[in-house]
């Protein structure tokens, strides 16, 4: 985060020097060559292998009385098949097998095959420029991926949320644009005319959504060959596409061919907001592309000279990279980037870790973890991702035992380019994972998620996230109670949210959640109430959480609620409010017997709901400076628990972003109790695997008073 913060240089988890099986991997390398000589020799007759494969028999043969390496020498690998190590390939926990990129040079592992200039010629076909923008034709190039032998990609469905089906298309490592209207931002709806059926509430009549657009930009657009529109048609935090039915020029009124899952209405405050994509029409921007399915046409506007250009196509549906029941194997060094899946997925196994890895440009996740136990993804970059970052899950819940996976020192941003809502950049799932000091930042939606029991959140720093979306928190938790005994600690937290009416959250516990601690985390400008009751930590609905020691500057209100009232929990306990609780609390486990009720004593009675009971969360040992507000709702705390000032409290410079406090900070006095928070430990750190990490400056107005 600052120079202070990434000073200390610690070990984390680098091979061991000592003697080593080696075997190298080149693109110059013949698989008849034994493997063991990083470059050919002079006669041709021995040097590195060429394709992972088989280094991996090599190494299945080899002897296994030393700690094996694979060392993949530089150059952009295609690979058309998921790379999978099982059992076989196993390691030992004090020994993994190693599989890496050679120092000093980038390894690419590439899913889909690289395009030449000479792939692509100009767009003449008249019926195709008569549908262009006249003024990019003459500068459209296509290439036939028929003729290349690439799979067509499929289609679109006639309604999709999350990562559209299909290829991506990505030049110099940068993903490029399926063509769309407006090129950038939203442009919203006129006035809704037809909501259409509801099928979240049951509705199964099919009625379609109706609204008027503004202006004629629609009036271009080819419905025959297919439009699609992405939009908020319902809420702030529930993105859809949905294929049109009609356009109506002369009334300006577009009609979908079914309907929006909440149907088209004004759930939020906000304008509806929506967007055309992948339509010809639209090829009118440098960077933008467009795929013609039925001819097997890739037309692409590029944003530079084709010539010396990497252009990627992703074709590879699997995972990349794929560890099925292995154990003790570590990955590092490798870029794995242009895939139409997740990069890497492990499911099973044990002590498996993905270190020092730049994972990109993918459709879907970066690492994918399911199952195993003490998995491990350490120092990695992760960006560009089309859903998410990683995602740790395993344990088992109904017998609450931990599976100990751990992401650390991970810096992850722009992880949703796809899929704009409950995309995480780091998503708890299961008993008992870590996420830590990990930098996480720039998301439409929330940038952490956890589900399941007695995970910790630490020494974390999440920024610029919930930018255009509404009713959201940056770390969102809800809809099952049996979820508990989470911790969320010792976090950095600034710059969240902006506000579209309803409000947003740096952490939120939504739907009845509950039973979770909020520990020394610094809250700088997070959250908006809106017109509603949200605070920087919100609760809807629940109760029994914690928070405890934490450092609120400059937000609008610290602690939001808006608790439930009798009737709606005995609704809720019952099976209503869509909150299915009777088969999460009594059918994937039970948290009517041990070990929930031991290790969760407050959950007895949660099924027997009395009218009248008292459903609080604490709040206690918390400094609240230049806020509007302190707390509302169900937040409980006695006088003198927590102590609010608009004056300086003692900041170390907050100016420059740091809130360290001083020995000498009134709050020690004013807080008997109150624990400094370790904030020079928060973020990234120097390591091995992570030798310098990025320094972020500091560019946000000093803090001053909301309320005078």
Not at 351 to 358: L, P, Q, S, T
Not at 479 to 506: Q, T
Request: proline share 7%.
């Amino acid at each position: 985060m600052w120079a202070s913060m990434t000073a200390v240089l610690v070990s984390c988890a680098s091979a061991p020097e000592e003697r080593q099986r080696t075997f190298y991997v080149s693109l110059s390398g013949n698989d008849a060559w034994s493997g063991t000589v990083a470059e050919p020799n002079a006669g041709g007759s021995d040097g590195p292998l060429a394709t992972l494969e088989r280094a991996r028999e090599t190494l299945r043969a080899a002897p296994k009385d030393m700690p094996r390496r694979i060392v993949v020498r530089g150059g952009d690998y295609h690979v058309s098949k998921s790379f999978e190590l099982g059992p076989e390939d196993s390691g030992e926990e004090q020994s993994p097998v190693v599989w890496q990129a050679a120092p000093g040079e980038k390894v690419r592992l590439c899913g889909g095959p690289t395009l030449t200039a000479d792939a692509f010629s100009p767009a003449t076909d008249p019926a195709t420029l008569g549908r262009l923008d006249p003024g990019v034709r003459g500068h459209v190039m296509q290439a036939n991926l028929t003729e290349l032998g690439i799979p067509i990609p499929e289609g679109y469905p006639d309604k999709f949320h999350g990562a559209p089906p299909g290829a991506e298309l990505f030049f110099n490592g940068k993903a490029m644009t399926q063509a769309r209207w407006p090129d950038d931002g939203w442009a919203t709806v006129a006035r809704i005319i037809e909501s259409g059926s509801n099928p979240r509430e049951g509705d199964t009549g099919g009625k379609p959504g109706v609204f008027e657009y503004a202006g004629d930009r629609p009036n271009r657009w080819n419905v025959e060959e297919g439009v699609w529109l992405l939009g908020y048609w319902c809420f702030d935090w529930y993105e859809e596409a949905i294929r049109v039915k009609s356009i109506d020029r002369e009334k300006r009124l577009i009609t979908f061919v079914g309907p929006h899952l909440y149907s088209l209405k004004q759930g939020n405050p906000s304008p509806r907001r929506f967007c055309a994509i992948n339509l010809l029409e639209e090829l009118d921007h440098p960077g933008e592309y467009y795929l013609d399915r039925k001819k097997g046409i890739l037309y692409f506007l590029p944003p530079a000279g084709l010539a010396g250009a990497r252009v990627t196509l992703s074709t590879l549906d699997s995972p990349v990279i794929l560890l099925k029941d292995a154990s003790n194997v570590a990955i590092r060094g490798f870029a794995v980037e242009a895939c139409k899946g997740n990069a890497i997925e492990i499911r099973g196994g044990a002590g498996n870790r993905i270190e020092a890895c730049e994972i990109s440009n993918t459709r879907q996740l970066a690492v994918y973890i399911d199952g195993g136990a003490g998995h491990r993804v350490d120092s990695c970059d992760i960006h560009d991702t089309g859903t998410g970052g990683i995602r740790l899950g395993g344990g088992d819940r109904r017998t609450l035992t931990p599976s100990g996976h751990l992401a650390i020192n991970n810096h992850i941003w722009d992880f949703s380019r796809l899929q704009l809502t409950y995309a995480c950049a780091i998503y708890l799932d299961g008993v008992g994972n870590r996420a830590a000091h990990n930098l996480l930042h720039d998301s439409p939606h929330m940038a952490a998620a956890i589900g399941g029991n007695d995970h910790v959140f630490e020494y974390n720093v999440i920024h610029r996230v919930c930018t255009e979306t509404d009713d959201c928190g940056a770390i969102y938790k809800g809809r099952n109670p049996s979820c508990r005994g989470n911790v969320i600690r010792h976090n950095f937290w600034y710059d969240i949210g902006r506000p579209l009416g309803h409000g947003n959250a740096a952490i939120y516990f939504d739907d009845g959640d509950g039973g979770d601690l909020v520990f020394g985390n610094v809250f700088f400008r997070c959250g908006e109430p809106g017109r509603g009751s949200f605070g920087t930590v919100f609760s809807h609905g629940g109760h029994d959480i914690r928070a405890e020691n934490n450092v609120f500057v400059e937000c609008k209100r610290a602690l939001g609620s808006a608790p439930w009232n009798d009737e709606v929990w005995k609704t809720a306990v019952n099976g209503g409010l869509d909150c299915f609780w009777n088969k999460r609390l009594l059918e994937e486990v039970d948290i009517t017997k041990p070990p929930y009720t031991t290790s969760y004593p407050e959950i007895v009675g949660f099924m027997d709901p009395q009218p009248g009971q008292a459903r609080i969360s604490r709040a206690k040992l918390n400094l609240i400076v230049m806020c509007g507000e302190a707390s509302g709702g169900n937040w409980r705390s006695e006088p003198g628990d927590n102590w609010e000032t608009n004056d300086d409290p003692g900041f170390i410079d907050a100016a420059k972003g740091d809130f360290r406090l001083k020995p000498d900070s009134e709050v020690f006095k004013r807080l008997p109790g109150f624990q400094p928070i370790p904030f020079e430990k928060i973020g990234l750190y120097a390591c091995d695997l992570r030798p310098a990490p990025p320094v972020e400056e500091w560019k946000l107005d000093p803090p001053k008073p909301i309320k005078p």
